[in-house]
């Protein structure tokens, strides 16, 4: 209901914080068969997704673009309630549910942008690098990079998240190396 509210009564500018370029990216990528189209700016994956929302009309599509961004999000929030119950109770998992979406997902899931989908799986690669930095097993690191993956194809902003990961796992090895010898 929150989100159908803020579809219909905020953001309603196409053309406002590149919501148009994003509709042009995903129209022109309405043939491709991976995520293949960028400005040299704005990252593919994003637009790739929003092509199945594709339609003639720029305003319909607008708001098709938005409801699919926002049905994304709470596909993502029903399924980390689902997750997370094993380790939380009920209070604590409204509260983190209702935290995540009208703190930002479903905020942000009413932009025609690619900010949802960069911060859903940049969540769940952290989830995946914390379980490595623990001594996780080896198909962890697959799955690992295909979400850094895709998270750097909704958005170039994965830099800064590599470089911690890389500076923690260096850390753990030099550690786990120093107390072997030790």
């Known amino acids: 209901i929150s989100a159908a509210v803020t579809i219909r009564h905020s953001n309603q500018d196409p053309v406002a914080s590149d919501q148009g370029a994003e509709m042009w990216l995903a129209a022109t990528a309405r043939d491709d068969f991976f995520p293949q189209r960028t400005d040299g700016v704005r990252h593919p994956l994003w637009s790739w997704i929003a092509r ?3 339609t003639e009309g720029k305003q319909e599509f607008f708001e098709r673009g938005k409801w699919l961004n926002t049905l994304i999000c709470i596909a993502f929030l029903i399924g980390l309630g689902v997750a997370v119950t094993r380790w939380l109770d009920p209070v ?17 899931g009413t932009y025609f942008q690619p900010e949802p989908l960069y911060y859903i799986l940049l969540f769940l690669a952290a989830v995946l690098a914390w ?52």
């Open 52 to 54: 199945f929302a594709y």
């Open 92 to 108: 604590a998992t409204a509260n983190l549910l209702l935290l995540s979406s009208l703190g930002i997902l479903l905020v942000r």
């Open 131 to 182: 379980r490595i930095l623990q001594g996780g097993p080896l198909w962890l690191y697959t799955g690992f990079g295909i979400l850094c993956g895709l998270a750097f194809l909704s958005k170039p902003s994965l830099l800064p998240f590599l470089i911690a990961f890389c500076l923690a796992f260096c850390l753990r090895a030099f550690l786990a190396l120093r107390s072997g010898y030790a």
